[in-house]
């Protein structure tokens, strides 16, 4: 009577929406920890008011990320090797942007990290 996919009518979760600050803190904790133990999760989570789901998905999707933009950067200096310095240059400008992006996205998180250091020092004092 019902085909088996009519019947499991699951509801899709819906994506979550991190704030600014969920995501600041995990990258911050992704730039030197690519995996977590389960104690680690848990504290994340009750840290960032989220659940322990959200923290192991969120983590998956980064290292999916950032095996992505790996592959990407192989890619590139790849075809820069075989190549030759001048041709590919004007082709892989926009992926050597997005690696400096990359980056600049680093020194950005390192800079937006002292600034919030320094502030939480400056309130406690």
Not at 27 to 37: A, C, D, G, I
Not at 38 to 46: F, K
Not at 62 to 76: F, P, Q, T, V, Y
């Amino acid at each position: 009577l019902f085909s088996p996919r009519q019947q499991a009518k699951k509801k899709r979760k819906s994506r979550t929406a991190f704030t600014n600050h969920q995501i600041f803190e995990l990258e911050k904790r992704f730039l030197y920890q690519k995996y977590l133990s389960p104690a680690d999760r848990d504290e994340i989570a009750l840290t960032l008011g989220l659940t322990n789901a959200q923290v192991i998905t969120w983590f998956q999707n980064r290292r999916a990320k950032l095996k992505r933009d790996m592959e990407e950067l192989k890619k590139d200096v790849e075809s820069a090797k075989i190549l030759g310095s001048h041709h590919h240059h004007h082709h892989h400008q926009h992926h050597h942007k997005a690696f400096i992006g990359a980056h600049m996205d680093l020194n950005m998180l390192q800079k937006k990290a002292d600034e919030y250091n320094q502030a939480i020092a400056a309130a406690s004092d």
